[in-house]
């Protein structure tokens, strides 16, 4: 007998909870996301009963061209059957040719590129190339910021809570407010290796800084002799409604960190893409810093079709068009609540919600969850939803959202005057 779809989950969840982590468990099933995923098609997953739910959570914002794409599936399907793993001793063909892709698409047409396997391991590889580069140990970040969880990238992020319990963490890192270039200006000095920022700071609750503020933080970098890491591991490919997040401010950094989109919905993929300054030490020894599967050609065929769908579909255009519908609907949704909701703010389709606290955001979300819409809550600053679809998204979907989100709203604050 096949099992039933309600035994499916029990059973799922029971693993979930006995192997994975229990705390999880609990917490997603007390959420109200009481189901298990079965297939997804764009902006749609489906569970093992049936059910369809919008996905404007969007894998952490790393579907910008939605699930299963079909270019780029037929890209990786064609890839899987002739050579998914490299030898590394023959010429890797798709690597080069994202490589070379890359390096026109970037700003200031950064030369050089070494892929890895995601967000932290981009960061980690940006942080060491940085020191090699430059002589120097020291890095500033900004209070807040996220830029992964392995040691080094935990190392060089901005909340404590994150990295209180596996201290020491690498040494020479001072923080600072994000947004505020004088407070740059103060700490970064001739024992900087890098500064590293988010052009919109994601986890930390969708904060954009005034504008100005990379040129500002590139123009310290230069007078210092510092690195300047921008970390587009979720701004990147379109997100904020330009290819890049520091495209908005017209900046080139030394070390740009990608991941997430860059898989195109398909393949875990994450790159590092730098001026030559940057990569000395490769000179000195090709082998100095290394990845078994980063740069696989699977991951490249991805890459290669997420960045050509990317641009020949206009999709930052797109993601800038509807985050203003998306942005203008969920205003007008919160005005009747000003003591649920502090503030919604955004740019291109990188949306945040700012609720008076983290309950009442994870109330928000479990209403949402009800409705079948898939948000998530800021990992630095709980107290703000934060919404990320896919680009590819329809009008239709985002007002859908909205009106699930007012209805949403409403349940709770009734629930609170209960
Ligand atoms: N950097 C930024 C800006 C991120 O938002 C994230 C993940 O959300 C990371 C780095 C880490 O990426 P990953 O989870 O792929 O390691």
């Given at each position: 007998?096949?099992?039933?779809?309600?035994?499916?989950?029990?059973?799922?969840?029971?693993w979930?909870?006995?192997?994975?982590?229990?705390?999880?468990?609990?917490?997603?099933?007390f959420?109200?996301?009481?189901?298990?995923?079965?297939?997804?098609?764009?902006?749609?997953?489906?569970?093992?009963?049936?059910?369809?739910?919008?996905?404007?959570?969007?894998?952490?914002?790393?579907?910008?061209?939605?699930?299963?794409?079909?270019?780029?599936?037929?890209?990786?399907?064609?890839?899987?059957?002739?050579?998914?793993?490299?030898?590394?001793?023959?010429f890797?063909?798709?690597?080069?040719?994202?490589?070379?892709?890359?390096?026109?698409?970037?700003?200031?047409?950064?030369?050089?590129?070494?892929?890895?396997?995601?967000?932290?391991?981009?960061?980690?590889?940006?942080?060491?190339?940085?020191?090699?580069?430059?002589g120097?140990?020291?890095?500033?970040?900004?209070?807040?910021?996220?830029?992964?969880?392995?040691?080094?990238?935990?190392?060089?992020?901005?909340?404590?809570?994150?990295?209180?319990?596996?201290?020491?963490?690498?040494?020479?890192?001072?923080?600072?407010?994000?947004?505020?270039?004088?407070?740059?200006?103060?700490?970064?000095?001739?024992?900087?290796?890098?500064?590293?920022?988010?052009?919109?700071?994601?986890?930390?609750?969708?904060?954009?800084?005034?504008?100005?503020?990379?040129?500002?933080?590139?123009?310290?970098?230069?007078?210092?002799?510092?690195?300047?890491?921008?970390?587009?591991?979720?701004?990147?490919?379109?997100?904020?409604?330009?290819?890049?997040?520091?495209?908005?401010d017209?900046v080139?950094?030394?070390?740009?960190?990608?991941?997430?989109?860059?898989?195109?919905?398909?393949?875990?993929?994450?790159?590092?893409?730098?001026?030559?300054?940057?990569?000395?030490?490769?000179?000195?020894?090709?082998?100095?810093?290394?990845?078994?599967?980063?740069?696989?050609?699977?991951?490249?065929?991805?890459?290669?079709?997420?960045?050509?769908?990317?641009i020949?579909?206009?999709?930052?255009?797109?993601?800038?068009?509807?985050?203003?519908?998306?942005?203008?609907?969920?205003?007008?949704?919160?005005?009747?609540?000003?003591?649920?909701?502090?503030?919604?703010?955004?740019?291109?389709?990188?949306?945040?919600?700012?609720?008076?606290?983290?309950?009442?955001?994870?109330?928000v979300?479990?209403?949402?969850?009800?409705?079948?819409?898939?948000?998530?809550?800021?990992?630095?600053r709980?107290?703000?939803?934060?919404?990320?679809?896919?680009?590819?998204?329809?009008?239709?979907?985002?007002?859908?959202?909205?009106?699930?989100?007012?209805?949403?709203?409403?349940?709770?604050?009734?629930?609170?005057?209960?």
């Amino acid at each position: 007998m096949p099992k039933t779809p309600d035994e499916i989950f029990e059973e799922t969840f029971a693993w979930h909870a006995k192997h994975l982590s229990p705390a999880q468990a609990t917490l997603l099933r007390f959420a109200g996301f009481e189901s298990v995923a079965d297939h997804a098609q764009g902006c749609i997953v489906w569970d093992v009963h049936g059910r369809e739910y919008l996905d404007f959570q969007g894998c952490y914002g790393a579907l910008t061209l939605g699930h299963c794409h079909p270019l780029v599936v037929a890209a990786v399907e064609e890839q899987l059957h002739k050579m998914p793993l490299p030898t590394h001793m023959l010429f890797n063909r798709p690597k080069a040719e994202l490589a070379a892709l890359l390096a026109e698409i970037t700003p200031g047409n950064l030369q050089y590129t070494f892929f890895c396997n995601s967000g932290a391991e981009a960061v980690e590889g940006a942080i060491k190339l940085a020191r090699a580069a430059t002589g120097r140990t020291g890095y500033v970040t900004t209070i807040n910021s996220f830029h992964g969880k392995t040691m080094g990238a935990l190392s060089v992020s901005g909340r404590e809570r994150y990295q209180k319990p596996f201290e020491p963490l690498i040494p020479d890192v001072s923080r600072v407010p994000f947004g505020d270039p004088e407070a740059l200006e103060r700490v970064v000095g001739e024992k900087t290796a890098a500064v590293i920022l988010e052009p919109i700071q994601g986890e930390g609750g969708v904060i954009i800084p005034p504008g100005g503020y990379l040129r500002r933080a590139r123009k310290i970098c230069d007078t210092e002799g510092a690195l300047l890491i921008i970390d587009e591991v979720q701004t990147g490919f379109g997100r904020t409604g330009r290819l890049f997040g520091c495209d908005h401010d017209g900046v080139v950094p030394d070390i740009i960190a990608l991941a997430k989109a860059l898989g195109g919905g398909v393949m875990p993929i994450g790159a590092i893409v730098a001026r030559p300054e940057a990569w000395k030490i490769f000179k000195d020894d090709p082998y100095i810093h290394t990845s078994t599967f980063g740069g696989n050609p699977l991951a490249c065929a991805a890459g290669l079709a997420a960045v050509k769908v990317t641009i020949e579909g206009g999709l930052p255009e797109r993601a800038r068009a509807l985050g203003e519908r998306l942005l203008g609907g969920l205003k007008t949704s919160v005005q009747a609540y000003p003591h649920l909701v502090t503030e919604v703010r955004g740019r291109g389709l990188m949306v945040g919600v700012e609720f008076v606290s983290s309950d009442h955001a994870t109330a928000v979300l479990s209403e949402m969850a009800l409705r079948r819409i898939l948000t998530t809550y800021s990992l630095n600053r709980p107290e703000v939803m934060r919404l990320a679809p896919p680009l590819i998204v329809t009008e239709d979907q985002i007002d859908r959202v909205v009106e699930a989100f007012s209805k949403s709203l409403a349940a709770v604050d009734k629930l609170l005057h209960e």
